[in-house]
């Protein structure tokens, strides 16, 4: 039974991650070089998953098809709740070249990860954008696409020129919904600077997106179809609602229910069908309809500024590290094989993020 759970797994990740990008090449046909590209990734990604499927046969190794990388522990912002600053990432001071991993180290890893039949690295910090050796970087890895998690007050001319001709590196750029929630949240002004940054990428007809941190209190406003109507005059072509993880005490009420989490995928079905135009993808999202949680290598894992191998941002805790063992040993992390034997990814949770709620179980997993 648990064997048949992870095929119909790989197949649903698999049959997702084509519908993305069928839609993402559709989407950019009148821009032959971004069509261009989108059609290259599509080819491959079909590649890339006879070659998950191969390494399962040959290896029993169960390959995830994408990552999510923190790859900068300094950030511009102090975003109210921000998850990366409450586990440490994220910090002030200037160590940040070396607390991370080198730009190398980061391509060496992401080109591994390729070779294995992973495409996809969410780019996450800190602010990813302080970090454009990395980006540099990285983007020589051809066969990966890198949506990078920016708070977008960093965009200005000559990044765009940068990203205009590294087309794997897709900008999302993080607001809160209105100009007054993203403020409040971010700081004064940062959504008008986030709209310039849209403007700018609009402009120049770049592949980019949004990710809307999504409340108990912002749930109908921000999946309404007024506010879809304005990110897509913004020219956001995908839209990421990552659900709020409470890593601040009193901020409870904020994070989903079961009943919320339902209603979430109700409304995403909705826009889906008004909005062909537009790819939504929502995190966590109904883990009981995949069999549970998608981290500790199921579906992803995290790998921190150092090179830890976490089962996901919300539970920073490792027995491993990406660049001293790689991806294929550390996806092998006795850590992340307790959390799938204790059944840690189908905990009972009251919604939102499973292995937050249960990080005390996780801690004492570690070795």
């Given at each position: 039974?648990e064997?048949?759970e ?12 084509h519908n ?8 950019v046909?009148?821009?032959p070089r971004?069509a261009?590209?989108a ?6 990604f079909?590649k890339?998953?006879k ?6 046969e040959?290896?029993?190794?169960d390959?995830?098809?994408?990552l999510?990388s ?11 709740g921000c998850?990366?600053r409450?586990n440490?990432i994220?910090e ?7 607390r ?5 180290q980061w ?9 294995m039949?992973?495409?996809f690295?969410?780019?996450?910090g800190?602010?990813p954008?302080?970090?454009?050796d990395i ?8 066969d990966?696409i890198f949506?990078?998690?920016?708070n977008?007050t960093l ?5 765009i020129?940068?990203?205009r001709s590294?087309?794997?590196?897709i900008p999302?750029?993080?607001i809160?919904?209105?100009a007054?929630?993203?403020d409040?949240?971010r ?14 990428l609009?402009?120049?007809d ?9 409340t ?7 999946t ?9 005059s913004?020219?956001c ?22 009943e ?10 909705e826009r ?5 135009d537009?790819?939504?993808l ?10 549970g949680?998608l981290?500790s290598?199921r579906g992803f894992f995290?790998?921190?500024?150092d ?7 919300f ?7 990406v660049?001293?063992m ?7 992390s006795?850590l992340f094989?307790?959390?799938r034997?204790a059944r ?7 919604g ?5 709620e ?8 570690v070795?």
């Open positions: 039974m064997e048949k992870k095929l119909d797994l790989a197949d649903y990740m698999s049959g997702s991650i993305i990008m069928a839609k993402a090449y559709k989407n046909l009148s821009n971004e261009k590209f059609f290259h990734m599509q080819q491959l079909s890339s998953e070659l998950r499927k191969k390494v399962k040959q290896e029993g190794l390959v995830p098809p994408f999510i923190s790859i900068s522990t300094t950030c511009n912002l102090h975003c109210k998850y990366a409450s440490g994220a002030d001071d200037e160590t940040d070249r070396k991370t991993l080198t730009p190398e391509r060496n890893i992401f080109t591994e990860a390729a070779s039949g992973i495409n690295s969410l780019l996450a800190g602010e954008m302080m970090r454009r980006l540099e970087a990285v983007s020589d890895v051809k990966m949506p990078i998690f920016t977008g965009i200005g001319p000559a990044y020129e940068f990203l590294r087309l794997n590196l999302i750029i993080s809160e919904g209105t007054m929630g993203t409040k949240r700081g004064q002004g940062v959504f008008r600077r986030a709209m310039q940054s849209m403007e700018l609009k402009q120049e770049l592949f980019f997106g949004t990710s809307i941190t999504v108990t209190e912002n749930l109908q406003m921000v309404s179809r007024d506010f879809i109507d304005q990110l897509r913004y020219g072509k995908i839209v990421f609602f990552i659900e709020y993880v409470p890593t601040e005490p009193g901020t409870e009420h904020l994070a989903f229910t079961d919320h989490v339902q209603q979430m995928e109700e409304l995403l079905e889906r069908r008004d909005y062909a537009i790819i939504f929502s995190f966590p999202g109904d883990e009981k309809a995949l069999g949680c981290a290598g995290h790998i921190g500024p090179g830890s191998a976490e089962p996901c941002p539970s920073p805790f490792s027995d491993s590290n660049a001293g790689g991806v294929r040993k550390a996806l092998q006795l094989r307790k959390i034997a840690a990814l189908g905990w009972e949770h009251t939102g993020c499973t292995l937050f249960h990080r005390e179980e996780i801690e004492k997993m070795i």
